[in-house]
């Protein structure tokens, strides 16, 4: 059984480490397995339509695809406990107030439209620097403080002598957007 379930563990996981940002934006219910998936992502937005329901318990199991690892790290123990042991909805405005998702937007055209807007702004900083930060940030959740902030260091060095760097520092003496290359 765990054999066959092990794709849907994978992807989960793949969402969580994998070197880019992912933006969830959800529309309608967001239940069980959505659930687990969003946990992964770097950043959660909503339309006000959107529910939320850690339903496994309701269901007589236990959440396995990662979300009660996860999900503490961003909403907290208490409502983390509080949606798997009553396997209740949330609305948008329950799901932003406890911090699961950044933003609630009116409808599901006005969700995309923020969506795409939050990629842009990732995107237009240096790509190197993104994926090194993600990395810091994963880490940083299991590691001491000391840990993490070696780690940044470490990115730190590698990332200085890149070209995105001096792309950068060229674009901000000559008061010009920086043209980042990945580099």
Known sequence: FRDRLQALFDCCNMLEEGRKPVIAAVHGMCVGGGLDM??????RLCSEDASFSLREAAMGLV????????LPHIVGQGCTREMAYTARFYS????????????????????LAAAQKLASQIAANGPLAVMATK????YSRMAAVAEGM????????????????QEALAAFSEKRKPNFKGE
């Not at 948008?92 to 969700?111: F, I, Q, S, T």
């Not at 070696?150 to 760097?165: E, G, R």
């Open 150 to 165: 070696d780690m940044a260091i470490q990115k730190n060095i590698v990332l200085v002598s890149s070209k995105d760097a």
């Open 135 to 138: 990395e810091v940030i994963n």
């Open 38 to 43: 969003i946990s992964a992502c770097d950043i």
């Open 92 to 111: 948008a405005k329950e799901a932003k107030e406890m911090g699961l998702v950044n933003a609630v937007y009116a409808d599901r055209d006005a969700l």
């Open 63 to 70: 959440a396995d695809m990662g979300v009660l690892q996860r």
